[in-house]
DNA sequence: TTCGGGGCTTGATCCAGGTCAAGTTTTGGA
DNA sequence: TCCAAAACTTGACCTGGATCAAGCCCCGAA
C-alpha cells in the first residue's frame, strides 16, 4: 500500500487510537486495489473475510430479493463498510458494487479480530463505529416508515446541501439511484423534484439549486433523530475525515 | 436484585463470558424495577444513561415523527435493548413502553463502559451483540424497501412459527401494533389476514394455525439474508436464552 | 350484570405511488 | 464526430394500501 493511503486510512476514526504496531500489522495482511465501475466487490450471502475501507470513488450496498432490487447506501471515501459481516464472521446482508473507478483496501477479518482482541482504543473505536452504523440503518428505517417519499427527498435534499448555506451543490449520484435509495421509482422521483419546484427547488442534470430553504424545512420536518447529526450545525470544526453519502 | 434474575440475567451471552468480578461491578450500580403497563421507560431524543434488560413483560420500542408513530420492535425477555445509544452516549433514537406488566434491570452506561474497557471478553460480547442488532434493523429495512405488505406479513407468520412444525401458534402481540411493525395500517392487516385464507392460513383472536406451509412459503420467499437465522433450522441446540421477539 | 371503551373487521372511497409506454436528453465508446 | 445505449422525463393509467365510517366483539370496571 502506498503511504499516502496508509495515512489517509489512519485517519480514519476507527484507526486513528490504533498504536502503530497494531497498525502495521493490520495493514500488513491488507490489500489495496483499484477497481473499474460496476464491478461487483461482496455479493450479499458470501461469507465476510475482509473490511472494506473506499479510499477513492463511490460504492453501493444494495440488496435484492425475488427479482427486485433496492439501494441500501452509497459509501464514500473514506469510509468502511461490511464491519457488522465481518466481527461476526457471518454471511453479507448486503452486496456492494462500484458505482465509479474505485480503490478499496480490504483489510483481513481475522487481523481486525485480532487488533480488537489486543487493543482496547481500538477495540472501543470499533464499538462506536458499529454504533453509528446501527444509528444510521435506525434512521434510515424511520424514515422510510413514518415519511412519505416527498417528504423523504426534501429531508435528503436538506441533509446533502449541509447546514450552512449551500443553495447550490451536486447531487453526487444518479437519479435511479437516488430514487432506489429512498424507496421509490426513478418516475416517482422525478415528479416529486417537480413537485419542489413551488417550494424553492430546481435541479438540473446533477445541479440542485434551493431557493427557498424555510419552505424545504416546512416539507421535510427535519430532526436529528431522523436525519442525524451532520444536518445541525454549520460546518463541523474537525476534519470530516469520515462521510457517507448517502445514509448509513 | 433477586439472585435468581441475576442469574438469568447472567446467562444472556453478553454476560456470559464475563468475570464474576466484573459482573458484580456491573450489576453493583443496577436497579431492577417493575412497572405496570402503558409506561414510558425511555422518550427518543433523551440522553442514553442505562442499558435495559427486559426480564419479564414485553416493551415496545417506537418511534414517532410528526404526529405519526411506528413500532420498531418489541423486546421479550431475556435481552438488552438501547445498546447503541448507550456505547456512544448519544440520544436514544426510539421510545421504549412497556406493553404489560414487566420488570426491567437498568445498568449505567458508565459502568457498563469501564467494564468493556476492563474485559477483552465482554468487549466482544457487545461488540456480537451490537453487530446482531445492526443486521436485524437492516433486515427490517430490506424487507420493508423489497416486501409487499403481504409479503412482509407471510414471512413474519413464517418467523413466529419456527422452522419446525408449528402450525398451530399465538400471536403473542396486539394487531395494531403488528400491522405498525409490518409498516401497514391495522385495516391492511385485516385484509391481508384475509387474502391469506386461501393460502392455508386462519387467524381466530390470536391464534394462528397454519395449515399450507408450503404456499406460505411461497408468498413469502423467506430468506436467511431476510429472515435471519432464526427461520433456518429446527429448534436451536443451546438454550435460547435471549430472544427478540418482532425484529432486531 | 351492565356499560363503556378500545381493538378488530368490513365496506366504500380516495390517493400516493407504481406501472406502462413514449419521447427526449445525456453519455460513453468506436 | 456519430451512434447506440442508458438515463431521465412526461403522460396515461392502474393498484396497493390509506382513510373514513360504521358496526361488532371482547374485556374490564362499576
Request: charged letters at 20%; one cysteine or more; hydrophobic letters at 45%.
Amino acid at each position: 500500500m502506498r503511504n499516502a493511503d496508509l495515512e489517509e486510512i489512519r485517519a480514519l476514526s476507527l484507526f486513528r487510537d490504533l498504536s502503530e504496531e497494531h497498525f502495521a500489522a493490520l495493514t500488513r495482511g491488507a490489500y489495496h486495489q483499484s477497481f473499474p465501475p460496476q464491478v461487483t466487490l461482496i455479493e450479499e450471502g458470501q461469507q465476510a473475510d475482509f473490511l472494506h475501507v473506499v479510499t477513492e470513488g463511490a460504492v453501493e450496498l444494495y440488496a435484492g430479493w425475488n427479482g427486485r432490487e433496492t439501494t441500501m447506501a452509497v459509501v464514500r471515501p473514506i469510509s468502511t463498510f461490511i464491519l457488522a459481516a465481518c466481527i461476526t464472521d457471518a454471511p453479507y446482508l448486503m452486496s456492494a458494487r462500484t458505482l465509479m473507478p474505485s480503490r478499496v483496501a480490504l483489510i483481513p477479518g481475522s487481523d481486525l479480530r485480532a487488533a480488537f482482541a489486543q487493543d482496547v482504543a481500538f477495540a472501543q473505536a470499533i464499538l462506536r463505529e458499529l454504533a453509528e452504523c446501527y444509528r444510521g440503518v435506525v434512521r434510515h428505517a424511520k424514515g422510510l416508515k413514518l415519511r412519505a417519499s416527498r417528504e423523504r427527498l426534501a429531508a435528503y435534499l436538506l441533509r446533502q446541501s449541509g447546514a450552512g448555506g449551500g443553495a447550490v451543490f451536486d447531487l453526487q449520484i444518479e437519479k435511479r439511484l437516488l430514487a432506489s435509495y429512498l424507496g421509490m421509482t426513478p418516475e416517482n422521483l422525478s415528479r416529486s423534484i417537480r413537485s419542489l419546484r413551488d417550494a424553492g427547488v430546481s435541479v438540473e442534470g446533477q445541479r440542485v439549486t434551493i431557493s427557498n430553504r424555510a419552505a424545504l424545512v416546512a416539507i421535510a420536518q427535519p430532526t436529528e433523530l431522523l436525519d442525524g447529526p451532520a444536518c445541525r450545525g454549520a460546518a463541523e470544526d474537525g476534519a470530516p475525515t469520515q462521510r457517507r453519502f448517502a445514509g448509513h
